[in-house]
């Protein structure tokens, strides 16, 4: 693949630099909690200034490209599901095969990074889709091995079709996307109408919506929710665009809160036992999915 694709060295990359952006606890924490706005952007801008230079090139390409016309053309090609029938198990060793060219800090697979954030749900006594959501809400990053540019897998989502919020980390970078000369995309409810639901907004294209698609029949909307705006960032962190959201979706919004942290600040470096875990979620797979999926 065209190595200016993939800034990122791993696709860690970037979850690292949200764990920078929203630190588990102390001081960092809490001022980013603060009401000052002034101060909130001020910490956005530091963020963003002590980002590694592959982090910053990745959210470059990222503002850049994805587009309204771009995210209408991913959704189309991908979500008629025609590409191939998996199980569950086979999707999770075929994301597996997906080799970063380095994550220094860790022997870990993408596979071990899933069954650690399912395994602490599970720990937490939460109920089994939650588990099950843990185990499956990144398998939508086999984007990465159809051949999609990692801008286009991960990254924080955002609505296209109207107007960026300033919450948007490297928000400077929209001025290189094409939207910004179309008129109709730069207004504040742009294509959508007030309080229209989510369901109806384009999000930019990437794993949370993929893996919904693909799963949308046989989970729980509180699972559905947490798996398709995990990476909304803009929303469940910063409580942007709440002017596109309806009852439901404030209401299903707790529960992507509710995810968040056990995706963000679960990975250890302790590897899971595989042999061990395999027959609980087998069992767990089972009951909510058919054999296999069409992805
Ligand atoms: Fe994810």
């Not at 102390?26 to 909690?33: A, L, T």
């Not at 000052?36 to 490209?65: G, I, Q, T, W």
């Not at 959508?192 to 907004?201: F, H, K, M, N």
Request: proline share 5%.
């Amino acid at each position: 693949m065209d190595d200016s694709n993939r800034p990122l060295a791993a696709l860690e990359e970037w979850e690292d630099f949200l764990k920078q952006r929203y630190p588990e606890k102390g001081p960092d924490r809490e001022s980013f909690q603060a009401t000052n706005p002034e101060k909130k952007k001020e910490e956005f801008r530091n963020y963003e200034d002590n980002a590694r230079p592959s982090v910053r090139e990745f959210y470059r390409l990222n503002h850049r490209h994805q587009t309204y016309e771009f995210v209408q053309s991913k959704r189309k090609e991908y979500l008629g599901l025609k590409r191939k029938q998996m199980t569950v198990w086979e999707a999770l060793e075929y994301l597996n095969t997906l080799v970063d060219d380095s994550d220094p800090d860790t022997d870990l697979s993408q596979l071990d990074h899933l069954l650690q954030t399912a395994e602490q749900i599970r720990h937490d006594g939460h109920p089994r889709w939650f588990i099950l959501t843990g185990l499956i809400h990144d398998l939508g990053k086999i984007l990465c091995l159809y051949g999609e540019p990692q801008w286009a897998v991960v990254g924080d989502t955002f609505p296209v079709g109207c107007s960026w919020s300033k919450r948007i980390v490297f928000h400077d970078f929209f001025a290189e996307n094409p939207d910004r000369r179309e008129e109709r995309f730069q207004q504040r409810l742009g294509v959508y109408e007030a309080g229209c639901g989510l369901d109806r907004v384009a999000m930019s294209w990437g794993h949370d919506e993929y893996l919904y698609n693909v799963v949308k029949d046989y989970l729980p909307t509180e699972a559905l929710y947490m798996i398709r705006y995990h990476s909304f960032y803009p929303a469940h962190r910063d409580g942007e665009y709440d002017y596109l959201m309806n009852e439901q979706d404030r209401k299903m919004f707790q529960w992507v809160k509710a995810f968040n942290p056990y995706d963000l600040y679960t990975k250890s470096h302790k590897k899971p036992d595989l042999q061990e875990l395999r027959p609980f979620y087998d069992g767990l797979i089972n009951e909510y999915f058919p054999k296999t999926l069409s992805w």
